[in-house]
């Protein structure tokens, strides 16, 4: 395998993460909302509860995540990320499209006036596809983070802390994801203790 890229990114590219980072934003918008009639995150997460699944006051790590990628996107769109941009910009752009996707499956859960409902099918249907959308992107920033290298103190704010970050809460995010398909379907690899090694 040859040495990661790096320099400043193609036009195309520039573009395709200033329209990535747009398309993060608004189905996250979305998602944490309502709008449209859709039911948030919080409204799934609080019907289908796990051992792993933090306190809610802990999803605001989203806040210094999309403001550091937003920052990072501007770096890289504005062509000033010459080391990191090319290594970093595709798969950041793989994690997003993963998150979005996660976001419009994990939104058809089945729920009926804020609780769970639905047969175990109906509900591994959403679980598993979710918790390997969740895998995807933990292991995109993974191997973003594993091309990170050198670069200006910019680039290690806005691009290296960042990916850092979000890995970390998509670490998280898919041992929820796997507890939700384990609760319905070896009970045991949902209990505490197995959460507690998870």
């Known amino acids: 395998m040859g040495a990661a890229q790096s320099g400043p990114l193609s036009g195309s590219m520039r573009v395709a993460i200033a329209a990535g980072y747009t398309i993060l934003l608004a189905v996250n918008g979305i998602f944490g909302s309502g709008a449209f009639g859709v039911p948030t995150n ?3 997460s609080d019907a289908y509860p796990t051992n792993v ?3 809610g006051l802990t999803f605001a790590v989203w806040g210094p995540i999309f403001l550091l990628q937003g920052a990072g996107t501007v770096l890289m769109a504005a062509g000033k990320a010459p080391t990191l941009g090319c290594r970093v910009a595709p798969l950041w752009l793989a994690t997003w499209a993963f998150e979005c996707a996660w976001q419009l499956v994990f939104a058809h859960a089945p729920l009926e006036d804020g609780k769970a409902t639905g047969t175990t099918s109906q509900k591994l249907a959403v679980f ?3 918790f390997f959308l969740l895998a995807g ?15 200006t103190a910019a680039e ?11 890995a970390a809460w998509l670490a998280a995010a898919t041992g929820i994801g796997f507890t939700l398909v384990a609760q319905n379907t070896a009970p045991a690899l949902a209990s505490p203790e197995a ?3 998870l």
């Not at 290690?156 to 970050?165: C, K, N, Q, V």
């Open 53 to 55: 699944t933090p306190a």
């Open 156 to 166: 290690s704010l806005l691009i290296a802390l960042p990916t850092g970050i979000n």
């Open 128 to 130: 598993v596809p979710s």
């Open 137 to 151: 992107g933990f292991a995109s920033m993974i191997k973003a983070g594993s091309l990170i290298k050198g670069g």
């Open 42 to 44: 919080a409204e799934v």
């Open 195 to 197: 959460g507690a090694v």
